[in-house]
């Protein structure tokens, strides 16, 4: 099983940036998918998780109001919307996905795959 994640770049700050990541390989059955990052010098941290049908979304208090997800399940591909960046969510940010996980969780322990991560660079 893969995840590709892509989309990063580098923005100014209050632009938007748009992630994807699509699963291959393997067919997943049903999977809950995360989105995290980690910034340099920092331990990666939970951004979004939501469930396979997309009714159970989980986010950061630090992204609610300016980052969506959303998944697309005819091409295994999640996404995550991001608004009004900041300087402060300057990272690499990482898909992952989990199968025996019903409730999206923000615990990095309970994925088991893991996408290559994407860069994203706010300017201020």
């Known amino acids: 099983v893969q995840l590709q994640a892509s989309g990063g770049g580098l923005v100014q700050a209050g632009e938007s940036l748009r992630l994807s990541c699509q699963a291959s390989?393997?067919?997943?059955?049903?999977?809950?998918m995360g989105w995290f990052r980690q910034a340099p010098g920092k331990e990666r941290e939970f951004v979004a998780a939501?469930?396979?049908?997309?009714?159970?979304?989980s986010l950061a208090d630090s992204v609610k109001g300016r980052f969506t997800i959303s998944r697309d399940n005819a091409h295994n591909t999640r996404y995550l919307q991001m608004r009004s960046l900041k300087p402060d969510d300057t990272a690499v940010y990482y898909c992952?996905?989990?199968?025996?996980?019903?409730?999206?969780?923000?615990?990095?322990?309970?994925?088991?795959?893991w996408g290559q991560g994407t860069q994203v660079t706010v300017s201020s």
């Open positions: 939501v469930s396979w049908s997309g009714g159970t979304v």
């Open positions: 992952a996905a989990d199968e025996t996980v019903v409730v999206p969780t923000q615990n990095a322990n309970d994925y088991d795959y």
């Open positions: 390989g393997r067919t997943f059955s049903r999977y809950v």
